[in-house]
């Protein structure tokens, strides 16, 4: 692609010019073991050169350090070098003991499963930590529905608006939206259920350009 470029740009076609020097930086930065996330374009020009590519070293990644238990908390001379070496990235390192975790969730009792990550030091599991850090990389949040039956979580987009994360469920429900009533999650958590949110004046009604929040539990009114 870069020669055949290059010829269109001694033609003086200025697209092809400004195309040709973003391939030129992707290839000199790939030969010397630089990832194309890691390279520095106008946001004019990724979008219109680099991300049509899908060129697997600008996909974003998570690095994942699997360590013993005493390295859990704090991360061995490994995990440094890990973090070293990809310190230009702008990417997440997690540190998981997934060996432990492993037998530590082979306890039936949750607070035991509690008091033993305490004991070395960690707050929560890492498949917790694992499944948020992969949805923000993502760009991923989720909302909930809750019925009679049945609570259920939907993955939408970060920035989705409340018919958009309608049509996650049904296409019905996006075409023919017509309002959704919200609880914030932390207000949903505080109250306990949603009669005493409704009796608190916690209970919105949002239209068509809400942007749905993490963890909002929405019910869609729709017509179609």
């Given at each position: 692609?870069?020669?055949?470029?290059?010829?269109?740009?001694?033609?003086?076609?200025?697209?092809?010019?400004?195309?040709?020097?973003?391939?030129?930086?992707?290839?000199?930065?790939?030969?010397?073991?630089?990832?194309?996330?890691?390279?520095?374009?106008e946001?004019?020009?990724y979008?219109?050169?680099?991300?049509?590519?899908?060129?697997?070293?600008?996909?974003?990644?998570?690095?994942?350090?699997?360590?013993?238990?005493?390295?859990?908390?704090?991360?061995?001379?490994?995990?440094?070098q890990?973090?070293?070496?990809?310190?230009?990235?702008?990417?997440e390192?997690?540190?998981?003991?997934?060996?432990?975790?492993?037998?530590?969730?082979?306890?039936?009792?949750?607070?035991?499963?509690?008091?033993?990550?305490?004991?070395?030091?960690?707050?929560?599991?890492?498949?917790?930590?694992?499944?948020?850090?992969?949805?923000?990389?993502?760009?991923?949040?989720?909302?909930?529905?809750?019925?009679?039956?049945?609570?259920?979580?939907?993955?939408?987009?970060?920035?989705?608006?409340?018919?958009?994360?309608?049509?996650?469920?049904?296409?019905?429900?996006?075409?023919?939206?017509?309002?959704?009533?919200?609880?914030?999650?932390?207000?949903?958590?505080?109250?306990?259920?949603?009669?005493?949110?409704?009796?608190?004046?916690?209970?919105?009604?949002?239209?068509?350009?809400?942007?749905?929040?993490?963890?909002?539990?929405?019910?869609?009114l729709?017509?179609?």
């Open positions: 692609k870069l020669d055949k470029v290059k010829r269109a740009a001694k033609t003086g076609n200025k697209e092809a010019q400004k195309e040709e020097a973003v391939l030129t930086a992707i290839k000199a930065g790939l030969e010397t073991g630089t990832s194309v996330r890691a390279l520095d374009f946001t004019d020009d979008n219109d050169y680099v991300k049509p590519m899908q060129l697997i070293t600008d996909k974003p990644v998570l690095y994942v350090c699997n360590v013993d238990e005493s390295s859990a908390v704090s991360g061995n001379a490994y995990v440094d890990v973090k070293e070496t990809v310190k230009n990235e702008d990417a390192v997690l540190v998981l003991a997934v060996g432990t975790e492993a037998d530590i969730n082979e306890l039936d009792d949750y607070e035991e499963r509690q008091m033993f990550l305490q004991d070395i030091g960690l707050d929560e599991p890492g498949s917790s930590k694992l499944i948020r850090s992969a949805y923000k990389l993502l760009k991923q949040q989720t909302y909930f529905t809750a019925g009679v039956k049945e609570v259920r979580a939907w993955t939408i987009t970060i920035g989705d608006t409340a018919p958009q994360a309608a049509g996650v469920i049904h296409s019905d429900f996006e075409k023919g939206f017509i309002r959704a009533e919200v609880i914030a999650y932390n207000d949903f958590v505080s109250y306990g259920n949603e009669a005493k949110v409704k009796e608190a004046g916690k209970m919105r009604v949002e239209g068509k350009n809400y942007i749905v929040q993490d963890g909002d539990v929405m019910h869609f729709f017509n179609v």
